[in-house]
C-alpha cells in the first residue's frame, strides 16, 4: 500500500517541475488558498483537515501532468458539494471552465443506484462518461477516487466493501479503457485488498516467497541483454517489471493457472528511442533467445483501442526461465503508464488553452465514439459488437432530483420519465421542469438532465395525444391500458343504458319484459342486427346505434324482411348451393348475383357476410365491415372451395420511418411472396418523419396476405401494417 505524506513543498515542487508561467501559478495558488478556506474546520473520516484529501488530488493530477485548470478545479472539486460556494462563485472567482468542471465533477458525485436492479456497472460506467462532457472531469474523478481509496482503513468493512467493488466494478474499467495504467493497477490492489483480503494475502505472500530467487534471475537477465545491446550501440533504459497482485489474481482465478505458470511473473521492458530502434531490439533479442511461439504482439503496428504501444514476446532466458519483454519509445512508455492523460500532459509555450482544449475534445468523442466501455478491446469482433449495439441501442440517462437514475430510449420526453417514475405519476402529469425550466411535455431528454414532474391531484388523466409523444412502450402501454378500461367502463354503462331503454320500449308496449329478454328469444335476431350477442345487443341500443323499437318490432313480427327476400330467389325445397365467380355462395340460392365488396376486400379465409343491395344482388363483405353494421339487409354467405377465383384484391396501408430505399425494400418482399402489386402509394408526414405506404395487392387468400405483412413486418424500419377499409 503506499503511503505518501505529500505537503506543499511536495505538490509545488511537482507542479513548478513543468509550469513556470506566472499566471497559470497564480491561479493554482489562488485555488488552493480559496479551498483552503472554504473548507477549513473540516474533518475527514482519519481525523485529519479535510484539505488534506485536497492537496493529495490535487498532486496526482500534476504527477499526471494535468494543465493549471484541472489542478485548479481539483483543488475546488468538494467545494461546491461540501461547502456554501457556487457554481456562480467559482466563474466569478475563477472562470466558467474551472466552474464547469467542478459542477460536473458534483454531479457525477450525485448520482445515485440506490435501486438495486438499477445497479448494473456497464450502465454506471456509460452514465459517468456521458456525464462528464470533459477527459479532464474523469481524471478528476479517478483521482478522487484514488485518494480516497488509498485512505479506505478508516471506514466501516460494510462501507469499505461497497466502494470498493463500486471502485472495481466502475472506476477501474474506466481507467483502464483511457490507458492510465499506473491508476488501473493501484485502484484494482487496493480494491482487492479490502473485497478479498485472503486471496489477497495470499497471492502477496507467494510473490514475496519466490522474490529473492526471481529478482537474482531477472538480474542476470537483465545482465545480458545490455550487454547485448551496447555491443550493438543502442540507447536503452531496461528495468525489471513486477505485475499487480491482482492481475496475477485473475490470471489463477480465471484462467486457472498455478502461480508458477504465470509466464510474464518475471518481466523485463526495455524503453529505447525509436520506433525503428524497437524493433532492432526485438531482432537482436530474438537472434539470441528462443521466442515462445503465439506470444509475440505488435502493438506498435496495430495500437490497442487505448492508444496502447509496444512490442511484447516472451523468451527462454536465464536458468531456462520464462522471461516476458516489452519494447517500447519514451513516449509510448508515458502512454502505456499514463493513458489518454499522456496524451495532453500540459506543455508549456505551445498555446495550451486553445489548441490543447480542441485536442481534448477531439479524443474524447473519439474515445465516445468507440465505445469506451467494449468489454474487451483488444477482441475486434467483440468490440464491433459492443459498438453495433451501442448505436441501436442508444440511450440517455436523466435524475430525478433525489438523484435517481433513469435509463431512457433516446429522444424519450418528460413523459416517458413520469411513467417511469410510476403510472399514477405518468396519468397525473401536468407539466414538466427540467434543469429548472418548464418545458413543454414533448421536449426530447437528454443524459444529465435534472426532470421534475410536476402533477395534479384533481383529476388525473392522460390525454389520446400523448400517444404521439411518448417513445418508451412502457408509457405507451400504460395510457393504452388506460384508455381501454375507460372504455369497457364507459361500455358497462351503456349497456345498463341500453337495458333501460329496450325496457322502457317494452313497457309502452305493454309488452312482457320476462317474455322478450328470454335468451333464445333474443339468440335468434343477433345476426339480424349483427351483434353477437346480449352485451353487444344492449351496447348498440345504449350508443343509439340501434333503435329500440327496431329490435322490438324484429322479435314481434313472424316472417322478416330477411325471409321474403330470400324467399323470391329460392329456386327449389333441397339446398343446391348456387355458385358465382366471385368464390362465395350463398346457401339454398342459385341464381343471386353475388359480387365482392370494394370497401372491406374480403377474401377466402375471411369471415364473411352477404348484404343484400338495391337491384345488385348481393355484395360480400367481411364481418365486422363498419359500412354495413346495423344494417337489416345481411344475409349468410361463404366461402366455395371449388370456385375461388385465382386472386383477390387486398389493401394494405405500412406505417414506417421514413429512410431511403423505403420503398423498393417494400416493393421487393411482395415480389418474393409470390403476390402481384395492383397500386402503390407512399407519403412521408416531415414533422414525424414517418411514412405511409398503402399498397393493393393481389393475394390468393387470407394465409397469402398474412405471409405477406408477416414479412413486410421484417423490413427494416417498418412499424405497423394494417388492411384497410375504405
Ligand atoms: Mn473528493
Known amino acids: 500500500m503506499k503511503k505518501l505524506n505529500v505537503t506543499k513543498d511536495l505538490f509545488e515542487s511537482e507542479v513548478h517541475s513543468y509550469i513556470t508561467n506566472k499566471e497559470s501559478l497564480e491561479l493554482i495558488e489562488k485555488a488552493y488558498n480559496c479551498a483552503y478556506r472554504v473548507h477549513q474546520g473540516q474533518m475527514r473520516k482519519s481525523g485529519e483537515p479535510y484539505f488534506v484529501h485536497l492537496l493529495n488530488v490535487a498532486y496526482i493530477l500534476a504527477t499526471l501532468k494535468s494543465d493549471p485548470k484541472t ?6 472539486h468538494d467545494s461546491v458539494e461540501d461547502t456554501g460556494v457556487t457554481k456562480e462563485d467559482l466563474a466569478l472567482l475563477f472562470d466558467e471552465e474551472i466552474a464547469n468542471l467542478v459542477e460536473s465533477v458534483t454531479k457525477i458525485k450525485q448520482l445515485k443506484f440506490n435501486d438495486e436492479s438499477e445497479y448494473l456497472a456497464s450502465n454506471h460506467r456509460k452514465i459517468f462518461i456521458a456525464m462528464a462532457k470533459d477527459v479532464r472531469v474523469i481524471i478528476i474523478k479517478l483521482v478522487d477516487r484514488l485518494h480516497n481509496m488509498r485512505t479506505l482503513e478508516w471506514h466501516t468493512p460494510e462501507k469499505q466493501k461497497k466502494i470498493a467493488g463500486e471502485t472495481l466494478d466502475v472506476y477501474a474499467p474506466i481507467a483502464h479503457r483511457l490507458g492510465i495504467n499506473e491508476i488501473k493497477n493501484e485502484l484494482e490492489d487496493l480494491s482487492f485488498y479490502y473485497l478479498k483480503p485472503d486471496n489477497y494475502r495470499e497471492v502477496a505472500n507467494l510473490l514475496e516467497k519466490k522474490k529473492t530467487e526471481r529478482d537474482e534471475h531477472v538480474q542476470k537477465m537483465i545482465g545480458e541483454i545490455e550487454e547485448l545491446l551496447t555491443k550493438n550501440n543502442i540507447q536503452y533504459r531496461i528495468f525489471g517489471r513486477s505485475k499487480h497482485l491482482y492481475s496475477i489474481y485473475k490470471k489463477m482465478t480465471y484462467k486457472h493457472k498455478r502461480f508458477e505458470e504465470i509466464l510474464d511473473l518475471q518481466a523485463i521492458r526495455i524503453v529505447t528511442k525509436s520506433e525503428l530502434n524497437c524493433y532492432e531490439v526485438l531482432g537482436h533479442i530474438h537472434a539470441n533467445y528462443k521466442p515462445i511461439p503465439g506470444r509475440f504482439k505488435d502493438y506498435i503496428a496495430v495500437p ?16 531456462g526461465d520464462i522471461y516476458e519483454v516489452q519494447i517500447r519509445t519514451e513516449e509510448m512508455d508515458k502512454v502505456a503508464e499514463k493513458g489518454i492523460a499522456a496524451h495532453w500532459r500540459y506543455k508549456e509555450g505551445l498555446n495550451n488553452n486553445a489548441l490543447n482544449q480542441k485536442e481534448i475534445e477531439e479524443k474524447l468523442s473519439l474515445f465516445r465514439d468507440i465505445n469506451l466501455m467494449t468489454a474487451e478491446l483488444d477482441n475486434p469482433v467483440e468490440y464491433m459488437d459492443m459498438l453495433q449495439k451501442d448505436i441501436f441501442e442508444a440511450n440517455i440517462y436523466v435524475m430525478s432530483p433525489k438523484g435517481r437514475v433513469i435509463n431512457l430510449p433516446n429522444g424519450a420526453t418528460p413523459l416517458d420519465f413520469a411513467y417511469r417514475i410510476h403510472t399514477d405519476v405518468g396519468h397525473a402529469t401536468v407539466g414538466a421542469i427540467v434543469n429548472n425550466v418548464l418545458v413543454p411535455l414533448n421536449t426530447p431528454l437528454k443524459t444529465g438532465d435534472v ?5 395534479s391531484k384533481q383529476n388525473p388523466a392522460p390525454s389520446e395525444g400523448w400517444l404521439k409523444i411518448v417513445k418508451t412502450s412502457h408509457a405507451r402501454n400504460k395510457i393504452k391500458t388506460y384508455f381501454l378500461k375507460k372504455e369497457q367502463e364507459n361500455r358497462a354503462e351503456m349497456i345498463s343504458k341500453g337495458e333501460q331503454i329496450f325496457k322502457d320500449e317494452l313497457k309502452k308496449r305493454n309488452l312482457e319484459e ?36 327496431a329490435v322490438v318490432d324484429k322479435m314481434t313480427t313472424k316472417r322478416n324482411v330477411l325471409d321474403n327476400i330470400a324467399n323470391l330467389f329460392v329456386s327449389s325445397k333441397n339446398k343446391n348451393l348456387s355458385k358465382s365467380k366471385s368464390g362465395v355462395k350463398v346457401a339454398g340460392i342459385e341464381t343471386m348475383m353475388i359480387g365482392i365488396s370494394n370497401c372491406c376486400l374480403p377474401l377466402p379465409g375471411d369471415e364473411i357476410v352477404g348484404y343484400i343491395t338495391k337491384g345488385a344482388g348481393v355484395k360480400v363483405h367481411r364481418v365486422g365491415c363498419p359500412n354495413i353494421a346495423n344494417s337489416g339487409r345481411l344475409i349468410d354467405v361463404s366461402w366455395d372451395e371449388v370456385i375461388l377465383r385465382p386472386s383477390y384484391e387486398a389493401k394494405i396501408q405500412i406505417e414506417s420511418k421514413d429512410r431511403n430505399f423505403l420503398l423498393s425494400d417494400l416493393i421487393t418482399v411482395v415480389a418474393q411472396c409470390q403476390s402481384n402489386m395492383v397500386a402503390v402509394n407512399s407519403k412521408v408526414n416531415n414533422e414525424t418523419l414517418t411514412a405511409i405506404t398503402t399498397m393493393t395487392l393481389m393475394v390468393k387468400d387470407l394465409e397469402h396476405l398474412r405471409n405477406v405483412i408477416a414479412n413486410l413486418r421484417k423490413v427494416d424500419s417498418v412499424l405497423k401494417i394494417e388492411r384497410i377499409i375504405n
Open 304 to 319: 490497442k483501442m487505448n492508444m496502447y504501444q509496444s512490442l511484447h514476446t516472451t523468451i527462454v532466458g536465464y536458468e
Open 514 to 549: 320476462k317474455e322478450f329478454l328470454d335468451k333464445t328469444k333474443l339468440d335468434n335476431i343477433y345476426s339480424y342486427f349483427s351483434v353477437s350477442n346480449y352485451s353487444d345487443l344492449m351496447y348498440a341500443i345504449g350508443m343509439k346505434s340501434l333503435n329500440s323499437s
Open 71 to 76: 489542478i485548479a478545479a481539483g483543488l475546488l
Open 451 to 455: 426532470v421534475q414532474i410536476r402533477t
